[in-house]
């Protein structure tokens, strides 16, 4: 059974930053193409940033020049840095994979809360 866990997440002031990590229980972590979601209240799930296997990043226009995504295939981890948070950013962050996710494998996520 598959399963993502995510952790990292925090109440933080605008202009602050996070790191978010995500660990992946599965042998062949190495060959997926992985990314971070993140769903605000009453607000579809969005992806945001996303990694393939070979190691390049592609990011929505939202956080593109704030938040870097990298992984660890050794750890079977998929961390986002998030630089200069922004109220908008307030959410919960889940990994997945990408960028079509596996409904079946969504973990609990983890709360961001940008606010003064």
């Known amino acids: 059974q598959v399963q993502h866990v995510e952790s990292g997440g925090g109440s933080v002031q605008p202009g602050e930053s996070l790191r978010l990590s995500c660990i992946r229980s599965?042998?062949?972590?190495?060959?997926?193409?992985l990314g971070w979601y993140r769903q605000a209240p009453g607000k579809q799930r969005e992806l945001v940033a996303r990694?393939?296997?070979?190691?390049?990043?592609d990011y929505a226009d939202s956080v593109k020049g704030r938040f870097t995504i990298s992984r660890d295939n050794a750890k079977n981890t998929v961390a986002l840095q998030m630089n200069r948070l922004k109220p908008e950013d307030t959410a919960v962050y889940y990994c997945?994979?990408?960028?079509?996710?596996?409904?079946?494998?969504w973990g609990q996520g983890t709360q961001v809360t940008v606010a003064s």
């Open positions: 997945n994979t990408a960028p079509t996710p596996n409904p079946n494998t």
């Open positions: 599965q042998s062949l972590f190495r060959l997926l193409n």
């Open positions: 990694i393939n296997r070979d190691g390049d990043s």
